[in-house]
T-cell receptor
């Protein structure tokens, strides 16, 4: 079974631009979550999508948004990029239960975003 | 507010010996705990998990222990192998604490020396 894929793997943008990242979950998984990893803040939860609806949201500004399509693929968008948005953005998929048991999240390789 | 903490940023162990990685949490509403391993430039890889109704779960060389009263969990790797060298994250989730959302610790860099 193919794992979680993310595109692109690397991105370089300048301040003020916007960016869209893409995630394809494991076949059969209906939940996609996004996380940001930075050296200072560690792994931080951004949001989760399930059946094309945002089900859960972390403490990030509205510049961070996402969506999910009917095939469970998800995109994440960051508008008006800031230097502090430089990070590894990770996508994780799961079956979609609302609690942990049997609902382990499997991560993609991430997209490394650099904002200059 | 760091709800999941891994107080040891690094751990060095000899090949063949036991590696013990520790994790503490503050929110008693967490009911599911997971360990992930991460190599540089890759996403975290799921290792093992444990529900709060258990105190031990074993999978091959990996065993996770949960002490609910102390709000502490640990991952034991026996025997340790050089390929185990990576950053290990513990994570927690809870039905009424964000549902499937994972809260991660800061990670522990494990180095297994040949």
């Amino acid at each position: 079974k193919a794992g979680v894929t993310q595109t692109p793997r690397y991105l370089i943008k300048t301040r003020g631009q916007q960016v869209t990242l893409s995630c394809s979950p494991i076949s059969g998984h209906r939940s996609v979550s996004w996380y940001q990893q930075t050296p200072g803040q560690g792994l931080q939860f951004l949001f989760e999508y399930f059946s094309e609806t945002q089900r859960n949201k972390g403490n990030f500004p509205g510049r961070f948004s996402g969506r999910q399509f009917s095939n469970s693929r998800s995109e994440m968008n960051v508008s008006t990029l800031e230097l502090g948005d430089s990070a590894l953005y990770l996508c994780a998929s799961s079956l979609g239960g609302t609690s942990g048991g049997g609902n382990e999240q499997f991560f993609g390789p991430g997209t490394r975003l650099t904002v200059l | 507010d760091q709800q999941v903490k891994q107080n040891s940023p690094s751990l060095s162990v000899q090949e063949g010996r036991i590696s013990i990685l520790n994790c503490d949490y503050t929110n008693s509403m967490f009911d599911y705990f997971l360990w992930y391993k991460k190599y540089p430039a890759e996403g975290p890889t799921f290792l093992i998990s444990i529900s709060s109704i258990k105190d031990k779960n074993e999978d091959g060389r990996f065993t996770v222990f949960l002490n609910k009263s102390a709000k502490h969990l640990s991952l034991h790797i026996v025997p340790s192998q050089p390929g185990d060298s990576a950053v290990y994250f513990c994570a927690a989730s809870g039905l009424i604490v964000g549902g499937s959302r994972l809260t991660f610790g800061e990670g522990t860099q494990l180095t297994v020396n040949p």
